[in-house]
């Protein structure tokens, strides 16, 4: 009885049930769908961190873009409103016809902006030059013994002008500031002056 009953026992022990092919479908799809879910998870993970990373781009570029374009001054008019060369005109002139013994004459250049636009011109000593003659004689030039000559930036409205004035003390000058003893005798001398390449035309006036 006893070894039929031990007999009896491990015939049980021995007989595994397996699983139906049901349960290995089910395991199986259950494997697909975590599968699924874990690619989906990574690819949703990168997309994440490149929006981030692009946006972070943006951000940078945005700032680069900025330190690339500093505040500056306003374009200047003439390269903005179309101001033609011809626009500037150059102009001479005296403060009298004639001048008695001892008077210096007050020579002017007057420039002008006889367009429709505004016109940026340089109105600076570096660009400036009084030149008086007689017939074919130079007499004086402004430039002869300037210094420390400085360039002046300035904004001509239409119709508008601009004058500078220089009191000629009735003496000769030479070019490199060269020494002349001789000066201006009573007689009729030519005022032209110079803006740049600009020139203006002849003013005449007199020294008694």
Not at 18 to 27: D, I, K, L, N
Not at 54 to 60: H, M
Request: hydrophobic content about 40%.
């Amino acid at each position: 009885m006893a070894g039929s009953g031990t007999s009896g026992g491990r015939g049980q022990g021995s007989s595994v049930r397996r699983p139906s092919p049901a349960v290995y479908r089910r395991r199986r799809l259950v494997a697909l769908v975590l599968a699924v879910l874990v690619v989906a998870a990574i690819v949703a993970a990168g997309f994440w961190v490149a929006g981030l990373v692009g946006s972070g781009r943006e951000e940078a570029s945005a700032e680069v873009a900025g330190a690339a374009a500093p505040s500056s001054p306003a374009a200047s008019p003439a390269a903005t409103t179309g101001c033609e060369d011809s626009d500037v005109v150059v102009r001479a002139e005296t403060d009298a016809p004639a001048y008695g013994s001892g008077e210096n004459p007050t020579l002017i250049l007057e420039v002008a902006n006889v367009g429709k636009s505004p016109c940026e011109v340089n109105v600076g000593t570096d660009a400036m030059e009084f030149l008086v003659t007689s017939g074919d004689d130079r007499i004086f030039s402004s430039t002869d013994c300037q210094v420390d000559a400085e360039p002046l930036m300035m904004t001509l409205e239409p119709g508008k002008s601009e004058k500078a004035r220089f009191t000629w003390e009735r003496n000769r000058t030479a070019p490199g500031c060269t020494s002349v003893e001789a000066n201006p005798q009573p007689g009729t001398y030519v005022l032209i002056t110079k803006l740049d390449k600009k020139s203006s035309k002849k003013t005449v006036f007199e020294l008694r």
